[in-house]
T-cell receptor, first 110, second 113 residues
Framework: EDQVTQSPEALRLQEGESSSLNCSYT??????LFWYRQDPGKGPEFLFT???AGEEKEKERLKATLTKKESFLHITAPKPEDSATYLC???????????FGQGTTLQVKP | GAVVSQHPSRVICKSGTSVKIECRSL??????MFWYRQFPKQSLMLMAT?????????EQGVEKDKFLINHASLTLSTLTVTSAHPEDSSFYIC?????????FGPGTRLTVT
């Protein structure tokens, strides 16, 4: 069964304190691992898509990496405006559907 | 990236009435549209997948007669919640299918009283 597990469920950081969010997955034929940011009351905002182990992508203070079993979202020197829920999803090759993890809610305090 | 709009952004309706939610793909021709539901403090759950001009495919546990999906054009899909009940109160989000980057609409908050 295709499954996505994110950890931790919640993370509190001080401004400038770097950390990583984890996304572990099992899927029959990966057709992309997606990271999204979601603010309260809004739809998910696309961040990255990763396709193969070893791939990395960066955007401002965020860097996403991928292995055969998990992905990490590294946040370098976070700012309060990075506070949000970060969602990870995988697309299975046999269905084409996105399967989401439960998300990590990040709070960055000034 | 794809620009997606939803209307309305918020709706309150009485139990037993029907509500229609519109999803427009403004700069992308979506042959496939995904509809998701999100309950408070939970992640997104796929409800159904629709292809332009054909019937939607519903996920297990989603009542197709209750959640009517129409995908009549490449830029417009609608979700109608029929005979709404309080347990249907949720955040509904559409997403046009894209093979590489999948974008989401801003969501519609439905409250059934």
């Amino acid at each position: 069964e295709d499954q996505v597990t994110q950890s931790p469920e919640a993370l509190r950081l001080q401004e400038g304190e770097s950390s990583s969010l984890n996304c572990s997955y099992t899927v029959s034929g990966l057709r992309g691992l997606f990271w999204y940011r979601q603010d309260p009351g809004k739809g998910p905002e696309f961040l990255f898509t990763l396709y193969s182990a070893g791939e990395e992508k960066e955007k401002e203070r965020l860097k996403a990496t991928l292995t055969k079993k998990e992905s990490f979202l590294h946040i370098t020197a976070p700012k309060p405006e990075d506070s949000a829920t970060y969602l990870c999803a995988v697309r299975a090759s046999n269905t084409g559907k996105l399967i989401f993890g439960q998300g990590t809610t990040l709070q960055v305090k000034p | 990236g794809a620009v997606v709009s939803q209307h309305p952004s918020r709706v309150i309706c009485k139990s037993g009435t029907s509500v229609k939610i519109e999803c427009r793909s403004l700069d992308f021709q979506a042959t496939t549209m995904f509809w998701y539901r999100q309950f408070p403090k939970q992640s997104l759950m796929l409800m159904a997948t629709s292809n332009e001009g054909s019937k939607a495919t519903y996920e297990q546990g989603v009542e197709k007669d209750k959640f009517l999906i129409n995908h009549a054009s490449l830029t417009l899909s609608t979700l109608t919640v029929t005979s709404a009940h309080p347990e249907d109160s949720s955040f509904y989000i559409c997403s046009p299918g894209d093979p590489y980057e999948q974008y989401f609409g801003p969501g519609t908050r439905l409250t059934v009283t």
